[in-house]
Nanobody
């Protein structure tokens, strides 16, 4: 399983970015896709997650109303639209996939496969 993120970069506060994560999942079963971030000196935290069969979404309170996760099954791509960015959103962002339950959708240890990350600087 391979996950490759793109779309990171530098943006002014109040701006927007859209992250993409293309994954190859041949022969692999998953039911959640998630976005996580890690700032220097801080633990990795869950940002957003989606139950891909049903479409339910979950967000960290810090990004609710500003970030949107979406999934294009035909393109094997998960997106993270980030609006109204703040300096505290600066981090390396990772996408991940796994088989898990809703209660742990924003917990990094629940995910099995990870991308390499893309840097976002606000």
């Amino acid at each position: 399983v391979q996950l490759v993120e793109s779309g990171g970069g530098s943006v002014q506060a109040g701006g927007s970015l859209r992250l993409s994560c293309v994954f190859s999942a041949y022969g692999y079963t998953y039911n959640y896709m998630g976005w996580f971030r890690q700032a220097p000196g801080k633990e990795r935290e869950g940002v957003a997650a989606m139950h891909t069969p049903g479409g339910s979404t979950y967000y960290n309170d810090a990004v609710k109303g500003r970030f949107t996760i979406s999934f294009d099954r035909a393109k094997n791509t998960v997106y993270l639209q980030m609006d109204s960015l703040k300096p505290e959103d600066t981090a390396t962002y990772y996408c991940a996939s796994g088989v898990l339950g809703a209660a742990v959708a924003l917990m990094s240890r629940s995910y099995k496969y990870w991308g390499q990350g893309t840097q976002v600087t606000v």
